[in-house]
């Protein structure tokens, strides 16, 4: 076979692969289209129906522990809001038979405000509910203004795993003036207040500007302070430089140091120490239509995972 014919034949079998690799990717798109397009349909069904489904969130029930759960961080764009956690407690707080409260925790922290806000629903519920005991339970993580709510409870039990403490405050950033310059960038910035710009982090930082942040930081850390200490009482009994120090304690670390109480689980703690085993939970659900677009996300993830066939991942 000449060399001509050789090149035919092979350039003839790159074009016919390449044909089926074409049909095979075409075929993937359309099923890929249409996943798409009933999960958009599932989700307007979903929304639609959603106001007419109780979903057992209004059921009776007898005497059981009522639970509120604090997941993933604290902040007005997660699940973990300040008003969703506010309407969990206080629905917990007024359900009939129910018999304590059990802040369910696992939360690495998140807004001071947000936390502040919770922390004092549940010291205004304590009050016009003198008698519902309230307990706060750590999972992998409590941390920070999560620690902040668990603060407010009579007590706090915890998994010689979890993390807990963290009192302390962070303000994150950084600085590129150095990079700019190197670049030949020139930076504009005009403001009417002479400190509207401040910690610019394409400008030099300034002493003044500095010092004032750090004034700001000190004062939600004392104000994070005096919560903890009010609600933890004489139970503490690490040295204060190093409980608010911004620490991170394991559970057992924890217990020894006055930042919680004992070990458990929720369920324990719903079983032994609250007395009613039965839980249920007064966290108000997320609208289905949330709920389904992030199925629609992860689904859609998902597909074009596959598509793009194997991979070889660390």
Request: glycine fraction near 10%.
């Amino acid at each position: 076979m000449s060399d001509d014919e050789s090149w035919a034949r092979e350039t003839l079998r790159e074009v016919a692969l390449e044909s089926v690799r074409e049909r095979r990717r075409t075929r993937r798109w359309g099923i890929f289209l249409r996943i798409v397009f009933l999960l958009i349909i599932g989700t307007a069904v979903f929304s639609t129906l959603g106001p007419l489904l109780t979903l057992g969130e209004s059921q009776p029930t007898g005497p059981h522990t009522a639970v509120v759960q604090v997941n993933g961080p604290i902040l007005a764009s997660r699940p973990a809001n300040a008003e969703r956690l506010i309407e969990g407690l206080e629905r917990a707080f007024e359900a009939e038979n129910a018999e304590g409260v059990l802040l369910q925790i696992n939360s690495p922290g998140g807004s001071p405000v947000a936390s502040s806000r919770v922390y004092q629903a549940i010291e205004r519920l304590r009050s016009a509910h003198p008698e519902t005991p309230v307990h706060a339970v750590a999972g992998d993580i409590m941390a920070s203004g999560a620690y902040y709510i668990a603060a407010a409870a009579d007590e706090i039990h915890v998994n010689g795993a979890s993390l807990i403490g963290s009192i302390g405050v962070i303000n994150r950033g950084f600085g590129f003036s150095e990079a700019i310059n190197r670049l030949g960038i020139e930076r504009r910035v005009y403001t009417a207040g002479d400190e509207k710009a401040g910690l610019d982090p394409f400008m030099p930082p300034d002493s003044d500007q500095i010092e004032e942040m750090q004034g700001m930081l000190d004062a939600i850390h004392e104000q994070f302070i005096e919560a903890v200490e009010a609600g933890r009482g004489d139970r503490l009994t690490g040295d204060p430089s190093s409980l608010y120090s911004g620490r991170i304690w394991t559970g057992g670390e924890g217990i020894e140091i006055g930042l919680a109480d004992a070990y458990g689980s929720p369920e324990s703690v719903a079983r032994s120490v609250i007395g009613a085993p039965r839980r249920v939970d007064y966290t108000p659900r997320r609208r289905l239509l949330d709920r389904a677009l992030e199925q629609v996300g992860s689904a859609m993830a998902t597909t074009l995972n596959r598509m793009q066939g194997p991979t070889l991942r660390p």
